[in-house]
């Protein structure tokens, strides 16, 4: 779900600025006697109160009742959204300042303000800083789309064309692979696959067919593996280290990069709309930093359509 979440963002805020966008998705698990937890549904709009209604006094529930806010709305739902929004505006800093931060001073607090000090906030970043060790290796998808990006129209499209594919395996040297006169061959049985029409949609084909055409070259090409998921990452690997030697790096793409707090784990993030640093975790950007994101430090590199130079 994540990588279309974030190419339809790109799509729809294309060589623009773009708002601190967020969403919030509600996860219904069950959790059986063993405390194995099965995943229910997800949903991208889950409602931000619970129904709960209280009988009139003397009256049964059917004969209707007074609609009050749930011990859902006040514990859980409320503060999620209030941090929500304190997150996107920057001000989850200023929220939550400890004790810690005003050393010094010889004013005394009064019970609301220590109350309110010692509050923590609702919200707490799981990945990768807690379980990114672990499911790091999930992420095959948004290098997967990160690719995908690159031989994207995403200025008036989605979906990657023949022409597309036919230059994502020129850039990431696959024509041992597959030739690039059979590509047309492969992109009309995809299509089949999706469509049930032999004809080649002008629209091109989706992420999830590009999926494919990377498990087909990555079984072809890494078969020595024991998995598939094993041959994807390092055909993933292969064509981040060939895109590299052109010398990509779009302003538009999500930047990978290595955060040494968390064991060396890949985080993609969207470059132009996220703090690269800890410190600006909460929207407050830092000072330095380029149209990537990157530190003045970084050399600027040219766009996929440029040739490299040396």
Same mark, same amino acid.
């Given at each position: 779900?994540?990588?279309?979440?974030?190419?339809?963002?790109?799509?729809?805020?294309?060589?623009?600025?773009?708002?601190?966008?967020?969403?919030?998705?509600?996860?219904?698990?069950?959790?059986?006697?063993?405390?194995?937890?099965?995943?229910?549904?997800?949903?991208?709009?889950?409602?931000? @109160?619970?129904?709960?209604?209280?009988?009139? %006094?003397?009256?049964?529930?059917?004969?209707?009742?007074?609609?009050?806010?749930?011990?859902?709305?006040?514990?859980?739902?409320?503060?999620?959204?209030?941090?929500?929004?304190?997150?996107?505006?920057?001000?989850?800093?200023?929220?939550?300042? @400890?004790?810690?931060?005003?050393?010094?001073?010889?004013?005394?607090?009064?019970?609301?303000?220590?109350?309110?000090?010692?509050?923590?906030?609702?919200?707490?970043?799981?990945?990768?800083?807690?379980?990114?060790?672990?499911?790091?290796?999930?992420?095959?998808?948004?290098?997967?789309?990160?690719?995908?990006?690159?031989?994207?129209?995403?200025?008036?499209?989605?979906?990657?064309?023949?022409?597309?594919?036919?230059?994502?395996?020129?850039?990431?040297?696959?024509?041992?692979?597959? %030739?690039?006169?059979?590509?047309?061959?492969?992109?009309?049985?995809?299509?089949?696959?999706?469509?049930?029409?032999?004809?080649?949609?002008?629209?091109?084909? %989706?992420?999830?067919?590009?999926?494919?055409?990377?498990?087909?070259?990555?079984?072809?090409?890494?078969?020595?593996?024991?998995?598939?998921?094993?041959?994807?990452?390092?055909?993933?690997?292969?064509?981040?280290?060939?895109?590299?030697?052109?010398?990509?790096?779009?302003?538009?793409?999500?930047?990978?990069?290595?955060?040494?707090?968390?064991?060396?784990?890949?985080?993609?993030?969207?470059?132009?709309?996220?703090?690269?640093?800890?410190?600006?975790?909460?929207?407050?950007?830092?000072?330095?930093?380029?149209?990537?994101?990157?530190?003045?430090?970084?050399?600027?590199? %040219?766009?996929?359509?440029?040739?490299?130079?040396?």
């Amino acid at each position: 779900m994540l990588p279309e979440i974030m190419l339809h963002y790109e799509h729809h805020f294309h060589d623009s600025p773009g708002p601190q966008c967020f969403q919030i998705m509600g996860f219904d698990v069950m959790i059986k006697d063993d405390g194995t937890p099965i995943l229910l549904e997800v949903n991208a709009a889950p409602s931000l @109160t619970a129904d709960h209604i209280v009988p009139y %006094p003397g009256r049964s529930l059917t004969e209707g009742g007074q609609r009050v806010r749930s011990i859902v709305d006040e514990v859980i739902k409320m503060p999620l959204v209030r941090d929500t929004l304190l997150l996107v505006l920057g001000l989850m800093d200023e929220e939550y300042q @400890t004790t810690n931060s005003l050393k010094g001073e010889t004013k005394s607090l009064d019970d609301f303000q220590a109350m309110k000090q010692r509050r923590k906030p609702h919200l707490s970043e799981i990945f990768p800083t807690r379980y990114g060790a672990h499911s790091g290796h999930l992420l095959f998808l948004d290098k997967a789309m990160y690719i995908y990006m690159q031989f994207v129209q995403l200025r008036n499209n989605v979906n990657i064309t023949g022409a597309g594919l036919k230059q994502f395996v020129r850039k990431c040297n696959l024509a041992d692979i597959i %030739p690039i006169v059979q590509v047309d061959a492969k992109v009309a049985e995809i299509s089949y696959y999706f469509t049930g029409d032999r004809k080649t949609s002008a629209n091109g084909l %989706p992420f999830h067919a590009f999926l494919m055409f990377l498990f087909f070259i990555a079984e072809k090409k890494f078969s020595l593996e024991t998995d598939l998921l094993s041959k994807v990452q390092r055909l993933l690997s292969f064509c981040d280290m060939s895109l590299r030697h052109y010398g990509v790096r779009s302003a538009r793409l999500r930047r990978a990069e290595v955060d040494s707090n968390v064991g060396s784990v890949e985080i993609y993030m969207l470059p132009s709309r996220m703090a690269r640093s800890r410190s600006t975790r909460y929207g407050r950007k830092e000072n330095g930093m380029d149209p990537n994101n990157n530190s003045n430090s970084f050399s600027h590199l %040219p766009r996929i359509s440029e040739r490299f130079q040396l």
